[in-house]
C-alpha cells in the first residue's frame, strides 16, 4: 500500500503497522467463526475434515498405503515383467542384469525412475515374439510412441523427501530397501513385520538404517558420527 507523500513521516510508518494488526485480528474472527460452524464427527461421517482424534497411521480400509507393512495389493502393470528373468542370476536361469539397467536414473536422480519403451526395445527387437503376448505389448508402445504406463510400486506420502541418488552413490544397494526382486516376477510389495527386514520404509526403519548402515563409516571415516547426528535431523527426510 502507497502512503500519499502529505502525511508526515511518523504517521506514514504507523499506518501499515496498524492496518496489518487491523486485518490480522479481521482474519483471525473470520476464522473462530468458521470453527464455529464445525461439529465433532466420527471417522464415518461425510465431513471432509473432521475435528476429531487421529491415527499417525493410515486407516484399515484405505485403498493404497505407503508402508509396507499392510499387505496391500498392488496394481496391475500394463506389461507382466519378470524381474527373475532379467535380473536373476544366471545359474537359475536369469540374465543377471544390473537394476540400474533399466531403473538407469537412480544413480543420478531422486527418482529411480522406470524404463522407457526404447530401452526395452533395443534388447527385445531381436527377440522372436511368436506366441509371447508381453513382448507384442512392448513392440506396440514402441512402434506407437508411446511410453509404457508403468504402475508405481512404492508410493511414499508427500511430506518424505527419499532421494535414490545419495542412497545408491553411498553404497546402498537396492535390495537392501525392495527386498530380492530378482526373484520375484512382476514387481510386488513386500510385507514385512521387523526394522530388520528390507521393505518396511516406515520412520522407524529409515532411522535405524541411518543409526545402524556401515556405508556411514566406509564414506565418513572420522566424520561419522558427526553424519550419523545430520542423519537424524528432520529436515534430512521433511524437507
Request: glycine share 6%.
Amino acid at each position: 500500500m502507497r502512503v500519499p507523500r502529505w502525511v508526515d513521516p511518523q504517521t506514514r510508518n504507523r499506518i501499515p503497522r496498524t492496518l496489518g494488526r487491523t486485518f490480522a485480528a479481521a482474519a483471525l474472527l473470520t476464522m473462530m467463526g468458521a470453527c464455529e460452524t464445525f461439529e465433532w464427527a466420527n471417522d464415518d461421517s461425510d465431513v471432509p475434515f473432521p475435528r476429531s482424534d487421529h491415527d499417525l497411521l493410515p486407516p484399515q480400509d484405505v485403498d493404497r498405503v505407503a508402508v509396507s507393512r499392510f499387505p496391500t495389493p498392488v496394481d496391475e502393470q500394463p506389461i507382466e515383467f519378470n524381474h527373475s528373468i532379467h535380473a536373476g542370476a544366471v545359474e537359475d536361469g536369469g540374465m543377471a542384469m544390473d537394476c540400474q539397467y533399466c531403473h538407469y536414473v537412480a544413480r543420478e536422480s531422486i527418482h529411480a525412475g522406470v524404463p522407457a519403451s526404447q530401452v526395452c526395445q533395443g534388447c527385445h527387437q531381436m527377440i522372436d515374439t511368436t506366441g509371447r503376448p508381453e513382448l507384442v505389448k512392448i513392440k506396440e508402445y514402441w512402434d506407437a510412441g508411446e511410453p509404457i504406463p508403468w504402475v508405481k510400486v512404492h508410493d511414499l506420502p508427500d511430506f518424505v523427501h527419499f532421494n535414490h541418488s545419495a542412497h545408491v552413490g553411498a553404497g546402498v544397494v537396492c535390495q537392501e530397501c525392495h527386498g530380492e526382486m530378482e526373484k520375484e516376477t512382476v514387481a510386488v510389495k513386500p510385507v514385512q513385520e521387523s526394522f530388520l527386514e528390507p521393505g518396511m520404509m516406515e520412520m522407524g526403519w529409515c532411522l535405524n538404517c541411518h543409526k545402524n548402515h556401515p556405508s556411514v563409516e566406509e564414506n565418513h571415516g572420522t566424520d561419522a558420527s558427526l553424519r550419523r547426528a545430520e542423519l537424524k535431523d528432520c529436515y534430512t527426510c521433511h524437507k
